[in-house]
């Protein structure tokens, strides 16, 4: 099961506001921009310059005792990325870095609630580690490993349309090529 040192039932916005980093009206503004665009509220916070990713970064390091980690500088262990599908990822704000014996280690750009890490958990059949790190670090990482997956793909693609295409396609034996 997962293990984090302190669980809280705090959002993200109390705990920013506990730290003195925002004020409600500011928290009040950034959950009606949020319920407009769909964003995460730590996103919509720094989109809107009340908040940076460090502070955030800083605010869960402090409040769960988890450590930070920087993606870009990690390695990513390409067969524990593909234990999740990109749309978790994104949507939970994590990225897989690696697996040690039957524990994942991932990072996260945010807050992760106990049911989410259970799901993780059931869906690599794995104890996931957590640590900290910002969501546009995690956001490169997913963007660079899967926009090389579909260039792959785009590639592929489009090799096996031309060779499906009759106009483009070498005579098959028997058949004349066409002029």
């Known amino acids: ?6 669980m809280t039932k705090k959002r993200l916005g109390e705990l920013l506001r506990d730290e003195g980093l925002v004020d409600d009206a500011q928290i009040e503004e950034a959950l009606a921009c949020q319920r407009k665009s769909g ?3 730590g996103e919509v916070l720094v989109r809107l310059g009340y908040v940076t990713e460090p502070d955030i970064v800083q605010t869960i390091v402090t409040q769960f005792g988890l450590p930070y980690i920087a993606v870009k500088q990690y ?5 524990v990325v593909r234990l999740f599908p990109e ?10 870095l690696d697996k040690i014996g039957n524990v994942i ?7 992760l609630n106990f ?6 958990e059931n869906v690599s059949g794995a104890r996931i580690q957590v640590y900290v790190s910002t969501w546009s670090e995690i956001k490169a990482a997913i963007d660079e490993r899967f926009k090389a997956a579909k260039v792959e793909g785009d590639d592929l693609t489009a090799l ?18 066409k002029p």
Request: glycine content about 8%.
């Open 1 to 6: 099961m997962v293990r984090i040192t302190r």
């Open 39 to 41: 964003e995460l509220l």
């Open 75 to 79: 390695y990513l262990a390409e067969d």
């Open 87 to 96: 749309r978790l990822m994104r949507q939970y704000q994590f990225i897989p």
């Open 105 to 111: 280690v991932i990072a996260v750009g945010g807050l």
């Open 115 to 120: 049911d989410v890490l259970t799901e993780l």
């Open 160 to 177: 096996g349309s031309m060779l499906l295409d009759e106009s483009t396609a070498p005579p098959r034996p028997g058949q004349a090529a």
